[in-house]
């Protein structure tokens, strides 16, 4: 079992049963120490290689999301700071210049 993130705050919880009968292990991983550890390594490479593999063959998604011009930034924030606590979609801000027409 992979997890990854942990933003729920929530303990991850498995049946006994499945560890017993379907012989599951359980392994923490902290991506910041492995990303720093690996900073220029073959297999930081490999990886980035192998997840754009997922994402040109469909095996991998990326989540809802929004392209947001940097100027619109104040109303990215404040949709993400709703009562619920949830926007519903990620947002990018798109720091690209803009062309201004003469």
């Not at 990854?4 to 017993?20: C, D, K, L």
């Not at 120490?33 to 095996?59: I, P, V, Y």
């Not at 998604?61 to 392209?67: F, G, I, Q, S, Y």
Request: charge should be neutral; hydrophobic fraction near 35%; proline fraction near 4%.
């Amino acid at each position: 079992m992979v997890t990854y993130g942990g933003m729920s705050r929530e303990p991850v919880t498995i049946p006994t049963s499945s560890f017993i009968f379907k012989d599951i292990t359980l392994k923490g991983f902290w991506m910041t120490r492995w990303s720093n550890d690996n900073t220029c390594s073959e297999a930081r490479k490999q990886m980035l290689d192998d997840l754009m593999c997922f994402m040109h063959d469909g095996r991998l998604k990326a989540p809802n999301h929004k392209l947001v011009s940097i100027r619109d930034f104040r109303d990215a924030l404040a949709n993400t700071m709703n009562p619920q606590g949830f926007a519903g979609c990620k947002y990018i801000f798109d720091m690209r210049l803009e062309e201004q027409s003469c």
